[in-house]
């Protein structure tokens, strides 16, 4: 292996997003005879995938995209085994205290950090104490979705002592008309 297949390696291994022939060349320098024979073989090596059939766009095949598994818990819902990878690692990094916030970092809505935390807490991946969410077993993540109890989020709360906060009315201001 010469040192242009190593650099077209790296790049590929370490870009998260799609690329095509011209970023490679562009980024790495490499000629563009070299970079598609490099290419060829990554395809043929099951390492890189075409994504499109009319252009030449490629993403990385390392078990990174779409592991799905469905539920019969939440009517059509499937959960992403690497969105829950995410979580537990997320969890590991940071405190996380609430759904808001968790929804937050994942750039994702509450209802979905909701039911993900709640898979997640159903098969013992994710606890929760005081001072917030926390890991308690990854290895645990590939069985979400086989079991979901409804409401455990709450349950777990009150085992923990942390009380539910008081949402505040909102009140409208109130001019005079005169």
């Known amino acids: 292996m010469n040192e242009q297949s190593i650099i077209i390696d790296r790049f590929v291994d370490r870009f998260v997003s799609y690329f095509n022939l011209d970023l490679i060349c562009e980024c790495t320098g490499v000629d563009r005879d070299v970079v598609q024979e490099r290419l060829n073989q990554l395809i043929t090596g099951n390492v890189i995938r075409k994504v499109s059939k ?25 959960f992403d085994l690497k969105a829950c990878q995410d979580i ?35 098969v013992d991946a994710v606890g929760i104490c005081k ?5 308690k077993d990854i290895s645990m993540i590939c069985k979400v979705g086989s079991v979901i109890k409804k ?7 009150a ?14 201001k109130t001019t005079n008309h005169k």
Do not use: H
């Open 54 to 78: 009319y252009e030449d766009i490629y993403v990385t095949n390392r078990g990174r995209y779409n592991i799905n598994v469905s539920t019969i818990y939440c009517g059509n819902w499937v």
């Open 88 to 122: 537990c690692f997320l969890l590991e990094k940071s405190q996380i205290k609430s759904i808001r916030q968790l929804a937050f970092k994942m750039q994702r809505s509450r209802q979905w950090a909701y039911l993900y935390l709640e898979a997640l807490i159903s």
């Open 131 to 135: 001072s917030g969410y926390y890991t």
């Open 151 to 157: 409401g455990i989020i709450s349950e777990k709360r």
């Open 159 to 172: 085992e923990c002592g942390i009380q539910p906060q008081r949402r505040r009315k909102k009140t409208t």
